[in-house]
């Protein structure tokens, strides 16, 4: 296992039962799945390395891009999916087929990631066959 993947799963626990909230990032008070990980990144390494523009909670149906891999792209290191996929990485899912990368959580394990869920707060969920198709980016968090 990578040196990074328990540090990032020691930095995601405390975010358990964050309520959701769109566009937030502040354990214990709300996030969204975007925020999540902007948190767990400052986290680690303090400073953010970009700040995401305002977004709609329909961002990824209205604009065509897939603003998340591309972002994931940038600050992360792309893992050969889920084969090769370890603890600690950050998933990014697509719902539909066609549209962008909409969702993004922290595995867990092998049968489990953490991620907030919409209208309830920051999970551990059994990533069940439903999620597991739709990862489309496994990405690990640089090393410090």
């Known amino acids: 296992m990578s040196a990074i993947g328990p540090k990032v799963l020691a930095a995601a626990q405390p975010w358990i039962g964050t309520p959701y909230r769109h566009q937030a990032s502040k354990c214990g008070v709300g996030c969204d799945c975007l925020g999540l990980v902007r948190g767990i990144w400052r986290d680690l390494y303090g400073e953010e390395p970009e700040l ?28 050969a999916g889920m084969g090769a996929a370890e603890p600690g990485d950050l998933l990014l899912f697509r719902f539909r087929p066609h549209y962008a990368a909409k969702h993004a959580g922290i595995l867990a394990g092998p049968e489990h990631f953490i991620h907030a869920y919409e209208q309830a707060a920051v999970i551990r969920s059994v990533l069940v066959p439903a999620w597991r198709r739709r990862v489309v980016g496994v990405y690990r968090f640089p090393e410090i």
């Open 52 to 79: 995401p523009p305002p977004y709609a909670p329909d961002w990824a149906e209205r604009s065509g891009e897939d603003r998340l891999i591309a972002a994931a792209e940038r600050h992360f290191f792309k893992v």
